[in-house]
Nanobody, 126 residues
């Protein structure tokens, strides 16, 4: 059974940092692309980052480039998202996710295929 559980959300002020963690189980990282997406109330989900172990590439949304950094630990089956210089518009529920490499990063966070956790809330105040 594939399971993804996120940790580390919270309430911070603009300019501060948070580090999210995701404990994954039930699948091999090299069979999936893995990453993070977020969803704010009334808005579409936004894919933030995606890592493809097959070619070693990591993609980031333009809105977070230079501020957010994704990493993974294959031995621990864990994903991390370091978020620096947070802004109020970053307030959302953050989910880690995995999608078969067959579908690729463009499908991560679509809400139609793959696996994702319940999410962890990040709230950034000005």
């Amino acid at each position: 059974e594939v399971k993804l559980v996120e940790f580390g959300g919270g309430a911070v002020q603009a300019g501060q940092s948070l580090r999210l963690s995701c404990a994954a189980s039930g699948f091999r990282f090299d069979d999936y692309v893995i990453g993070w997406f977020r969803q704010a109330p009334g808005k579409d989900s936004e894919r933030i980052s995606c890592f493809n172990d097959n070619d070693g590439t990591t993609e980031y949304a333009d809105s977070v480039k230079g501020r957010f950094t994704m990493s993974s630990d294959n031995l621990k089956n864990a994903l991390y998202l370091q978020m620096d210089s947070l802004k109020p518009e970053n307030t959302a529920m953050y989910h880690c996710a995995a999608v078969s490499v067959i579908f690729g990063c463009e499908s991560l966070g679509s809400g139609h295929i793959g696996y994702w956790g319940q999410g962890t809330q990040v709230t950034v105040s000005s």
